[in-house]
C-alpha cells in the first residue's frame, strides 16, 4: 500500500510530479547506446501483452504439468491485470512523456509493467529459482518503456502493483483456477 499511495503522491502533488519527471529524465536522457536502444526495444517487444500469451500459449502445450498449470494461472492474470489496466488508462487519461494522449492508451499505468509482473509473481511463487529471472526480466521491461519516452516512473510503478495484486489475487483462488479447461 506505501507504493500506492507514493503513486498517488506522485501524480496529486507538484512536488510528486517533479520528482517523477526528474527519475523519468535521469533513466531516458542520461545515457544513449544504440546497443541500449536495441535490447530496451526488444524488451519492451517481450512485455507485450500478445507476446506474453504466446509465451504462456507454448508453456501449457509443452510445458511441464507444474509449468502447464502455471501458464493457465499467468493467463488468468495477465488477462484480468490487463482489463483493470485499460480501465485505469481510461478514468485517469494521463498523458505519455512524448506527448501523446489518447484515453484508450494513455500512459497510467504502464500494461507491460502491470503484466511482466503479474507473470513475475506467479513464476516466483511456483518455480522458486526461476524467480529471479522473472523480475529481473520484469525490470528489465519496466525500464525499457521509461527509457523509450513512452511512460513515467510511477506508470511503471503502478503497472508493478497491480500486476502484484492481480497475482497474488489469482494465487488465493489457485485450486478453482486450476480446474478451468482452457
Do not use: C
Not at 68 to 73: D, E, M, N
Amino acid at each position: 500500500m506505501a507504493i500506492f499511495a507514493g503513486d498517488l503522491w506522485g501524480l496529486l502533488t507538484t512536488e510528486g510530479q517533479r520528482i517523477d519527471i526528474a527519475a523519468y529524465h535521469a533513466i531516458h536522457d542520461t545515457y544513449r547506446a544504440p546497443w541500449l536502444d536495441k535490447t530496451m526495444a526488444t524488451a519492451s517487444k517481450i512485455g507485450e501483452t500478445k507476446s506474453g500469451l504466446y509465451g504462456l500459449a507454448f508453456f501449457a502445450f509443452f510445458g511441464t504439468p507444474t509449468a502447464q498449470v502455471t501458464a493457465k494461472l499467468a493467463a488468468v492474470s495477465l488477462i484480468g491485470s490487463g482489463g483493470i489496466s485499460q480501465a485505469t488508462k481510461w478514468i485517469v487519461n494521463r498523458e505519455r512523456p512524448s506527448g501523446g494522449q489518447d484515453r484508450k492508451n494513455s500512459s497510467f499505468p504502464s500494461q507491460h509493467a502491470t503484466g511482466a509482473a503479474a507473470v513475475a509473481v506467479l513464476v516466483s511463487k511456483r518455480h522458486g529459482r526461476l524467480g529471479w529471472f522473472a523480475w529481473g526480466l520484469a525490470i528489465l521491461i519496466g525500464l525499457s518503456r521509461i527509457y523509450l519516452g513512452r511512460h513515467y516512473p510511477t506508470d511503471v510503478l503502478t503497472g508493478f502493483l497491480l500486476g502484484a495484486i492481480a497475482s497474488w489475487l489469482v494465487l488465493r483462488g489457485e485450486r478453482w483456477f486450476e480446474k478451468l479447461h482452457f
